[in-house]
């Protein structure tokens, strides 16, 4: 779970462009002729994807389960009017409300680590769905975390931020540990640091679809990333597209 780490995420995640992810589902919901007029957003993060919906005029309640990131979210959007912030898991989130569409961006699906989990998760979406509603949601690519991220080590040095980032690979059980070392500058010129470890598990195409199937979804799709082309061997990002 964030936790330091929530109060410089946007400073790092600079090179990630939300309007184009924000685009790239609407492109979605064009394709598949959907148009929702509530969203659920689990794992909302700071609110960047969040922001580009919002000002499209969706109802949103959007739930993530670090209280530190919900409160910098409420801070970036709280001049709308259309969005609920929830402190809540995705794995077993209760709502009193059905949604045309749910989504989960930036590969927070992947960190849920026990395939039971994950399977009460699609399980849960389902039940939140009205019939017809649509399940919108990326991953890591197994490729992605076993030869690109796993056991390898990254260093940034920015202006007042620099990080050191481990990685580690179980094959046995197709999970990527990273071990985050942080050194903040603060007024006065001194660092704080602090280290965070987070866990993403590897899932590859068929393990994703079986386990949809097994929470009765019945129309499946997959794409490489902010495309409608078939996944490649070595596509890192991968999209799915869940029907109720």
């Excluded at 659920?40 to 739930?63: F, H, K, S, V």
């Excluded at 061997?233 to 597209?241: P, V």
Aim: charged share 25%.
């Amino acid at each position: 779970m964030y936790g330091e780490f929530a109060y410089i995420y946007d400073d790092l995640m600079t090179d990630v462009d939300y309007k184009a992810w924000y685009l790239y589902i609407e492109s979605i919901f064009n394709r598949f002729h959907h148009k929702p007029k509530n969203i659920l957003e689990l794992a909302c993060g700071t609110g960047n994807l969040t922001y580009y919906l919002a000002n499209a005029r969706y109802d949103l309640t959007c739930i993530d389960i670090s209280p530190d990131m919900l409160s910098i979210a409420y801070n970036k959007l709280t001049k709308f009017k259309n969005v609920k912030l929830l402190n809540q898991n995705m794995i077993n989130f209760t709502i009193n409300q059905r949604f045309d569409a749910i989504i989960s961006a930036c590969d927070s699906i992947n960190y849920i680590e026990d395939e039971m989990d994950l399977l009460n998760t699609f399980r849960n979406v389902k039940k939140h769905l009205k019939p017809g509603g649509m399940f919108i949601f990326d991953i890591n690519s197994y490729y992605k975390l076993r030869y690109i991220i796993g056991n390898n080590t990254f260093v940034e040095d920015r202006e007042y931020i620099f990080y050191t980032w481990q990685n580690y690979f179980d094959e046995k059980n197709s999970i990527a540990e990273f071990y985050l070392t942080f050194f903040v500058k603060k007024e006065g010129g001194k660092y704080i640091r602090f280290d965070e470890n987070h866990i993403e598990r590897a899932y590859r195409i068929e393990e994703i679809n079986y386990l949809l199937e097994k929470a009765s979804f019945d129309t499946i799709y997959c794409y490489d990333e902010f495309s409608f082309e078939k996944p490649r061997d070595r596509s890192e990002r991968i999209t799915f597209i869940a029907i109720a």
